[in-house]
């Protein structure tokens, strides 16, 4: 089954290391599900924990009340099911607020073949050390504009 990871470079990183950059799966997280705040503070994610904890609590709460069951138990589903689906989201939108960047998105079946996907361009990248081809046409340095034309639709130098 295919997987989007998406890779985060810390703030001001000048090349890419293994050590520095950030996977992370987007997707559903079953942990996020079943543990929601104590998930939520193994990710560093303080402040969205609290809120989870006291979500869950006043649901508990309501849950213990003759009548408000329901509602106690759709607050606590409520606050499992959003951590479950949008866990791994605030993780990245709280990294990409610390000035974190979002360098790729990789479609992958693992979390390794995504990284080597995302680390071989990195290294091909690294490793070219040749000048960048000249692309401008130098056939026809003085032709007239709008000639170039590709069946009658825009040319190639942007005239018609």
């Known amino acids: 089954m295919t997987a989007s990871y998406i890779f985060l ?4 990183s000048a090349g890419t290391r293994l050590d520095e950059t950030r996977v992370i799966r987007d997707g559903f997280t079953w942990l996020g599900l079943l ?11 303080w402040l969205y924990a609290a809120a989870a904890f006291l979500m869950q609590a006043i649901g508990g709460v309501l849950m213990d009340e003759p009548g ?3 509602a106690g138990a759709a607050i606590t589903l409520g606050v499992n099911l959003l951590v479950g689906l949008e866990g791994q989201n605030l993780r990245i939108r709280t990294l ?3 000035g974190w ?7 992958a079946d693992t979390i ?3 990284e080597d996907v995302y680390f071989s361009d990195k290294a091909v990248q690294a490793n070219t050390d040749t000048a960048a081809p000249g692309w401008e046409n130098k056939t026809r ?10 069946l009658g639709l825009f040319g190639f130098d942007g005239g018609r």
């Open 141 to 150: 340095p003085n032709g007239p504009h709008g000639q170039a034309t590709s």
């Open 68 to 70: 408000l069951w329901s």
């Open 101 to 107: 960047n979002e360098d790729a998105l990789i479609a």
């Open 35 to 45: 543990f929601p705040w104590v998930w939520l503070l193994v990710h560093r994610l």
């Open 9 to 12: 470079t810390p703030p001001g």
């Open 96 to 98: 990409a607020g610390k």
């Open 112 to 114: 390794g073949i995504a």
